[in-house]
Antibody, heavy 117, light 110 residues
Framework: EVQLVESGGGLIQPGGSLRLSCAAS????????MTWVRQPPGKGLEWVSV???????FYADSVKGRFTLSRDSSKNTLWLQMDSLSAEDTAVYYC???????????WGQGTLVTVSS | NFLLTQPHSVSESPGKTVTISCTRSSGSIASFNVQWYQQRPGSSPTTVIY?????PSGVPDRFSGSIDSSSNSASLTISGLKTEDEADYYC?????????FGGGTKLTVL
């Protein structure tokens, strides 16, 4: 059974850093495209980043240069390093598996990141 | 980048049919696949349509997707509406590397 479990969210001050993790089971992270999507409270979905099987990563303009997506094959885990956080980054962050050219087939339960002083 | 524009909300009665549109602002809607996601309150999204008109296993055939090049839009149609269909629906497509989500449509079944 495919499962994605995010962790690492919490309250962080503006300018701070946070690292989210996404533990996968039922499949191999490095053999799949993986993505992060976020959802500010009461608002819609916003794409954040994607990593392809070859390791290439791409980011939304809103996070480019501040967020870094990586993966660990030994732990079958995806990481999202988030630096220079601002209030606009406050959101539930979802980890998800991607089917090539077919969008997301599995979503995690999400982890809430709140950036506030 | 481009935008995907959806109606903010739609409502319909149980048993009826509703269609939610998703209009692409630039570039051809046919150039990249469109997906539709359902999000019930308090839950993670789930996929109801992928690759314009494909249903994942477990999604009832009451859900269907299509694209219309003349209006440069995609549509999600739900027939035989049930109260359990009440949710937010998001379309999603691509622009080469970048992903774009529509703003979401709140479906009320009353």
């Amino acid at each position: 059974e495919v499962q994605l479990v995010e962790s690492g969210g919490g309250l962080i001050q503006p300018g701070g850093s946070l690292r989210l993790s996404c533990a996968a089971s039922g499949f191999t992270v490095t053999s799949n495209y993986m993505t992060w999507v976020r959802q500010p409270p009461g608002k819609g979905l916003e794409w954040v980043s994607v990593i392809y099987t070859g390791g290439g990563t791409f980011y939304a303009d809103s996070v480019k240069g501040r967020f870094t997506l990586s993966r660990d094959s030994s732990k079958n885990t995806l990481w999202l390093q988030m630096d220079s956080l601002s209030a606009e980054d406050t959101a539930v962050y979802y980890c998800a598996r991607v089917r090539p050219a077919a969008g997301i087939d599995y979503w995690g339960q999400g982890t809430l990141v709140t950036v506030s002083s | 980048n481009f935008l995907l524009t959806q109606p903010h909300s739609v409502s319909e009665s149980p048993g009826k049919t509703v269609t939610i549109s998703c209009t692409r602002s630039s570039g051809s809607i046919a150039s990249f696949n469109v997906q539709w996601y359902q999000q019930r309150p308090g839950s993670s999204p789930t996929t109801v349509i992928y690759q314009d008109n494909q249903r994942p296993s477990g999604v009832p055939d009451r859900f269907s997707g299509s694209i219309d090049s003349s209006s440069n839009s995609a549509s999600l149609t739900i027939s035989g509406l049930k109260t359990e269909d009440e949710a937010d629906y998001y379309c999603q497509s691509y622009d080469g590397i970048d992903w774009v989500f529509g703003g979401g449509t709140k479906l009320t079944v009353l």
